[in-house]
């Protein structure tokens, strides 16, 4: 068993099984071009030649059928693999990718402090908030309002970007408040009452504990990045927003997700973005998305329109696809230029 071997055009990817194997299949983003099911000659391992991606790392895992039974295990002859909020994936590395250089670089050491927001949201929402050790709670600094917090903590290594960042004096001393997503789907489509949970009462209540200073900015991902930026247009205190991959449906360009039970009220939302005119508070935007990935479209036409509604937006494409690594990548220096700009 060999781990992919890639060439100019292709990579190889093999498999040693037993006899019982009857097919394999190559598990991963739809967005990737190629065929799935590997082959096998008399004698020989099991392999696929998939058009080499135009990325710089893949996710994938293998489906393994013996008859009926069908299982899907990762790569043994590879070695990388990753955690990803769908389990563990095997990860193959193109030429010329490197993972960010602050996750090797000395950080200053944060505490946890998590409590919870009330406002008008079936439950409460958790929010925990991370501090470097040199910031008392009294003591007056930047906040980044992170959604899926968790989630960006454990997969993206926020806190560890922000306290390599500010050990590099690159950012000053700053929270973050990772939110929790308790009822995501329902919280994270264009909620009018998590929307004014966040903006009204649960931002008030996070100034109350810890002194703020300068404008915050608030952040996510996927869903989140819809939050972000729908939180961000409705808090006056918010200078910022940092969306990723954000969802920002729109009917003819995401005829896919119409299934989806929350689709007409994010496209409404979106709808009403899009229209809106010249804005008289703008805000500092920065978006990522990958060139591959379905949200792509919408995003670029996000970015146009929040440009011509006056606000100051930096858009950048990675070569990644909808995955916590390629948000995490693309933390710096997307994330770091709207920070700076706010905050120095």
Same mark, same amino acid.
């Given at each position: 068993?060999?781990?992919?071997?890639?060439?100019?055009?292709?990579?190889?990817?093999? +498999?040693?099984?037993?006899?019982?194997?009857?097919?394999?299949?190559?598990?991963?983003?739809?967005?990737?071009?190629?065929?799935?099911?590997?082959?096998?000659?008399?004698?020989?391992?099991?392999?696929?030649?998939?058009?080499?991606?135009?990325?710089?790392?893949?996710?994938?895992?293998?489906?393994?059928?013996?008859?009926?039974?069908?299982?899907?295990?990762?790569?043994?002859?590879?070695?990388?693999?990753?955690?990803?909020?769908?389990?563990?994936?095997?990860?193959?590395?193109?030429?010329?990718?490197?993972?960010?250089?602050?996750?090797?670089?000395?950080?200053?050491?944060?505490? +946890?402090?998590?409590?919870?927001?009330?406002?008008?949201?079936?439950?409460?929402?958790?929010?925990?908030?991370?501090?470097?050790?040199?910031?008392?709670?009294?003591?007056?600094?930047?906040?980044?309002?992170?959604?899926?917090?968790?989630? +960006?903590?454990?997969?993206?290594?926020?806190?560890?970007?922000?306290?390599?960042?500010?050990?590099?004096?690159?950012?000053?001393?700053?929270?973050?408040?990772?939110?929790?997503?308790?009822?995501?789907?329902?919280?994270?489509?264009?909620?009018?009452?998590?929307?004014?949970?966040?903006?009204?009462?649960?931002?008030?209540?996070?100034?109350?504990?810890?002194?703020?200073?300068?404008?915050?900015?608030?952040?996510?991902?996927?869903?989140?990045?819809?939050?972000?930026?729908?939180?961000?247009?409705?808090?006056?205190?918010?200078?910022?927003?940092?969306?990723?991959?954000?969802?920002?449906?729109?009917?003819?360009?995401?005829?896919?997700?119409?299934?989806?039970?929350?689709?007409?009220?994010?496209?409404?939302?979106?709808?009403?973005?899009?229209?809106?005119?010249?804005?008289?508070?703008?805000?500092?935007?920065?978006?990522?998305?990958?060139?591959?990935?379905?949200?792509?479209?919408?995003?670029?036409?996000?970015?146009?329109?929040?440009?011509?509604?006056?606000?100051?937006?930096?858009?950048?494409?990675?070569?990644?696809?909808?995955?916590?690594?390629?948000?995490?990548?693309?933390?710096?220096?997307?994330?770091?230029?709207?920070?700076?700009?706010?905050?120095?």
């Amino acid at each position: 068993m060999s781990p992919p071997q890639i060439s100019e055009d292709h990579v190889r990817f093999s +498999y040693v099984g037993d006899e019982e194997v009857t097919a394999l299949v190559l598990q991963c983003d739809r967005a990737v071009d190629g065929p799935r099911e590997f082959c096998r000659e008399p004698g020989e391992p099991w392999h696929l030649n998939l058009p080499r991606p135009i990325l710089s790392r893949l996710e994938y895992r293998f489906a393994v059928a013996r008859g009926e039974d069908i299982s899907v295990i990762l790569d043994e002859a590879n070695p990388v693999r990753v955690r990803t909020a769908f389990g563990e994936r095997s990860v193959l590395e193109l030429p010329g990718y490197a993972p960010p250089w602050w996750l090797d670089a000395d950080q200053v050491e944060g505490w +946890y402090d998590p409590f919870t927001l009330s406002g008008e949201t079936f439950v409460e929402v958790p929010v925990t908030v991370w501090s470097p050790l040199s910031l008392a709670p009294g003591t007056s600094a930047p906040l980044l309002l992170v959604h899926d917090g968790p989630e +960006y903590d454990q997969l993206s290594s926020i806190t560890a970007y922000s306290a390599a960042l500010i050990a590099a004096g690159t950012l000053p001393p700053h929270r973050l408040a990772l939110a929790h997503p308790v009822l995501r789907d329902a919280w994270y489509s264009g909620s009018p009452a998590y929307l004014r949970t966040i903006a009204q009462a649960g931002l008030a209540r996070i100034e109350e504990r810890y002194a703020v200073s300068g404008p915050v900015v608030v952040m996510g991902a996927s869903l989140g990045g819809l939050t972000a930026l729908l939180v961000g247009l409705l808090a006056p205190q918010i200078g910022g927003v940092f969306a990723q991959s954000g969802s920002f449906f729109q009917t003819h360009l995401d005829g896919s997700e119409t299934g989806y039970r929350y689709f007409t009220r994010i496209a409404t939302a979106v709808r009403t973005i899009l229209d809106a005119p010249l804005t008289d508070r703008p805000l500092r935007v920065g978006m990522t998305c990958g060139t591959l990935e379905e949200n792509c479209a919408n995003n670029r036409r996000m970015a146009t329109a929040l440009g011509r509604a006056g606000h100051e937006v930096t858009y950048g494409e990675v070569a990644d696809l909808h995955n916590y690594t390629a948000w995490r990548d693309a933390l710096d220096p997307s994330l770091t230029q709207v920070l700076r700009d706010l905050w120095l």
